[in-house]
């Protein structure tokens, strides 16, 4: 059983390595969005509590996948009034769905560093599918021992689609415009 156990321990190290997982760097991070208010101004603001990894093979520049999630009740649009309004049933309803979570399920490479990363995307309790362009720089080793990469996405999702349909779209619009900024890291 020993010269079993050493025989596949030694074909795993001579396999070339594949993807390795890089959890976001929270402190070097940001989603944010914007969304068009009463049809003539946009509205911003951002998600401070989120966490997520992405599987990324260094030696082919490939993304293999990627999931996070949110905390719905750090929504910051720097007005507490409505940040409170937006927590409640008629938007995130923050109590009952404290987060909202993305799970790729492909990805497919489209340039050197750029990707389209299909996958679920949960909001209030439902799955819907998404598809999100990625782009990737990196990596860097870092003066901490790590290897970093980053990442940026910027894409237009239908809150109604998502499931968010209180206000019409004279008040506030369907499309909210999403950008995220990212590093994620790896201990090397």
Not at 96 to 116: L, Q, Y
Not at 128 to 148: E, H, I, K
């Amino acid at each position: 059983m020993d010269r079993m156990a050493a025989a596949l321990t030694a074909l795993a190290l001579a396999l070339p390595a594949g993807a390795e997982t890089f959890t976001v760097d929270t402190g070097h991070a940001e989603i944010g969005f914007s969304v068009k208010h009463m049809m003539v101004s946009n509205t911003r603001g951002t998600f401070n509590r989120f966490e997520g990894t992405v599987d990324y093979d260094v030696a082919t520049g490939t993304l293999k996948g990627a999931e996070g999630s949110i905390e719905t009740g750090s929504i910051d649009t720097n007005n507490e009034k409505r940040d409170e309004h937006l927590r409640n049933p008629d938007f995130f309803d923050a109590a009952r769905h404290p987060k909202m979570a993305f799970r790729s399920t492909s990805v497919r490479k489209t340039g050197d560093n750029s990707f389209e990363v299909e996958g679920v995307l949960n909001v209030l309790g439902i799955d819907r599918p998404v598809v999100l362009p990625v782009t990737v720089s990196g990596p860097v080793d870092d003066p901490w021992g790590n290897q970093r990469i980053g990442l940026e996405c910027s894409t237009v999702l239908n809150r109604r689609a998502l499931g968010i349909t209180n206000s019409p779209a004279a008040m506030i619009g369907d499309e909210i415009q999403v950008a995220i900024s990212a590093e994620a890291t790896v201990k090397k």
